[in-house]
């Protein structure tokens, strides 16, 4: 049941945004549209919920509900950054905004970046990883304290492998910056 509350809440996000984006860009209807975007962190608070509740009424963890503390904590940390990067396509596509620009960073501009991204990578692994110490507290108070907390444990371990792989490939880029392309006439 868990992984159809996630598919939901991963379909409701982005039909929250189609709608909340068309509302801004086609009706025109600001306020409305920032209304229903504010609906986005209510899809991770009923999914943060029904997985608590699913846990704390015995149901035995699996990794689902590892994943649910997964998807919560990647978009709590890019949610914004998905969104703003939706916005700027469709008030180019519909609002008559500027072109977004195709930017490829080289060197230690994309060095830095990718930094940046990983930071956000980084606060996406430790709210993941706060959820789910919670959910095994809770898991636990309930009465599975037989280790049936198993799978929430791999999960954090799975948000840590995550972390450092893309912590390897920010480190590449620093170490082996990223060069421009030679130009075609020189």
């Known amino acids: 049941m868990i992984v159809v509350l996630i598919v939901a809440a991963e379909f409701a996000f982005w039909a929250v945004l189609a709608a909340g984006l068309a509302v801004r860009y086609l009706l025109r209807m600001r306020r409305t549209s920032a209304a229903l975007l504010l609906g986005v962190p209510l899809i991770d608070a009923l999914l943060l919920t029904a997985t608590a509740v ?11 509900h590892g994943l649910a503390a997964l998807y919560l904590g990647f978009t709590i940390a890019y949610g914004h950054s998905v969104i703003a990067w939706a916005d700027r396509h469709v008030a180019y596509r519909f609002g008559g905004g500027p072109k977004p620009a195709a930017v490829t960073l080289y060197g230690m501009e994309r060095a830095r970046e990718e ?41 954090e371990g799975a948000a840590l492998r995550v972390l450092g792989i ?14 421009a392309p030679a130009d075609a006439g020189s």
Request: proline share 5%.
């Open 115 to 155: 930094w940046r991204v990983w930071s956000r990578t980084l606060i996406a692994v430790v709210i993941s990883l706060v959820v789910l110490e919670c959910l095994i507290w809770a898991t636990e108070n309930a009465g599975d304290a037989d280790g049936g907390v198993d799978p929430l444990r791999a999960s």
């Open 166 to 179: 893309h912590g390897i490939v920010a480190l590449a880029y620093t170490i082996w910056p990223k060069r």
């Open 54 to 64: 699913d846990l704390t009424r015995g149901e035995e963890p699996t990794f689902a």
